[in-house]
């Protein structure tokens, strides 16, 4: 069904629409409620952490820096856009990693700055097409996105290499997860939208030049850009500052800068906002900043936001792990463990979700004692995310150890106060 888009445009989250600053999300969704305009896009597909409540992180920040600017095409042989009938495939850029300074000076969620060390990685070059999101949709039966055949956002098969658009967070996760990547950690994507230059405000300098990006309006005449059509940053990306905002990893915390880790950081351990990233052809100039953050819920649906796909390089630890154990014991493992910690950057990777599983694929083959050792593994090098922490005290209730699992669910819950399954246990094991 086609969505009132006038309507729709009305109850953006700041940083996502210009000229108006709203206090929260939850003030729009209660608004939009009570006469009766809210569009159902705006709230598809369930996540039970996604609470329908506000982001404020961005308030009556940069509001008269946002006034309606336009754009101009790019300059002749500046970038050589893609045939915009022939659908391109997915291409992805190795980036080497080291060391950036992220974030930037002031008093918002973006600071402090600090310097963080990533390994190397692979992102695409382009924002994922309409054609590149119909395979998947075709080969899943996965729902359309929600704007599909909506000429105003170049949304459907007429349009095969402009920005898909109209996805959730989950949406883009469940497409990455087809195509056998992910999506990039929040650190990940700022490294790649700087392009090598430090402290600068957009993808090529402090200045919005209209031939290096994507045009941007709020007056109705704007839309998304065929991607590759302006010059890419220094390492090869295209459209990192403008075209359409782009999903992230990460879970969004206000907080989380002044205590994230250095190297690599994951991101929290929980949160209910996914963060995105970078700015779109319905962004303003102080939005399309590089280091602005702005979280929405999981299930939002939006014909600003899209998304890039991210892989890690080198070998996955967890199954050089798996075959360690299963050949010559969790010892061996462990002490392998911390040889691939110290190899190069780039040689190995460490994957929460593939530790995770890993530990519980243990548990199925009777290995309690190797199953704790790998979610100690896991909480050391995860100590933010509180489903490590549950899930050791889970393994250590199976071991036969009440008092480290009585530990380790607190830990679990002074993460995450919402986790009821280890709520209920931990009553369980403390009235017993």
């Known amino acids: 069904m086609r969505r009132d888009a006038d309507r729709f445009r009305s109850f953006r989250p ?3 629409r210009r000229g108006t600053v709203l206090p929260t999300i ?18 598809a597909q369930g996540d039970e952490q996604d609470a329908a409540e506000g982001d404020e992180q961005d308030a009556a920040q940069g509001d008269e820096q946002d006034a309606a600017e336009g754009g101009s095409p790019p300059a002749e042989g500046m970038a050589t856009p893609p045939d915009s009938l022939v659908p391109i ?28 060390t990533l390994p190397p990685f692979y992102i695409d070059k382009n924002e994922v ?31 095969p290499n402009y920005p898909v658009v109209g996805v959730s967070w989950l949406d883009a ?37 209209p031939t290096l990006y994507a045009p941007s309006g709020f007056t109705g005449s704007a839309a998304p850009s065929l991607v590759g059509s302006y010059p890419p940053n220094g390492f090869g990306l295209h459209d990192m500052t403008r075209n359409v905002c782009e999903w992230v990893r990460d879970w969004y915390d206000a907080g989380y800068y002044p205590r994230a880790p250095a190297q690599d950081p994951p991101g929290p351990g929980q949160g209910k906002f996914k963060v995105i990233r970078g700015g779109g052809w319905h962004t303003g100039p102080y939005c399309a900043r590089l280091y602005i953050r702005t979280g929405l819920q999981s299930n939002w649906l939006d014909f600003n936001v899209g998304f890039r796909c991210a892989k890690y390089a080198g070998e996955s630890a967890a199954k050089v792990i798996k075959a360690t154990v299963e050949a010559a014991g969790i010892e061996r493992a462990l002490d392998e463990y911390q040889e691939m910690r110290a190899a190069a950057p780039g040689t190995y990777y460490f994957d929460e ?52 699992a009585i530990v380790h669910y607190r830990k679990s819950l002074e993460l995450n106060p919402l986790n009821r399954g280890g709520r209920e246990k931990l009553v369980e094991l403390e009235e017993g």
């Open 173 to 209: 996760r469940a497409y990455a997860r087809w195509r056998g990547v992910r999506l990039p950690t929040e650190a990940e994507w700022e490294y790649a939208a700087r392009g090598g230059l430090e402290g600068k405000n957009f993808s090529h300098g402090d200045e919005l030049d």
């Open 26 to 43: 939850l003030l729009g969704f209660l608004v939009a409620i009570a006469i009766g305009i809210l569009p159902s896009a705006a709230w």
């Open 129 to 159: 097409t309409n054609a590149q999101y119909k395979e998947f949709c075709d080969s899943t039966g996965h729902r359309a996105p929600e704007f599909w055949g909506m000429q105003e956002y170049c949304s459907g098969t007429e349009w």
């Open 14 to 16: 700041f940083c996502l």
């Open 353 to 404: 979700a593939e530790l995770n599983s890993l530990g519980y694929h243990l548990i199925n083959k009777e290995d309690v004692a190797a199953a704790i050792e790998i979610f100690r593994l896991l909480v050391e090098a995860f100590p933010d995310s509180y489903n490590t922490w549950d899930s050791l005290g889970e393994v250590y209730l199976l071991h036969g150890d009440k008092e480290q």
């Open 89 to 116: 495939e997915a291409e992805m850029i190795l980036l080497s990693g080291g060391e950036f300074v992220m974030g930037h000076e002031g008093y918002a969620d973006f600071s402090p700055p600090r310097t963080v």
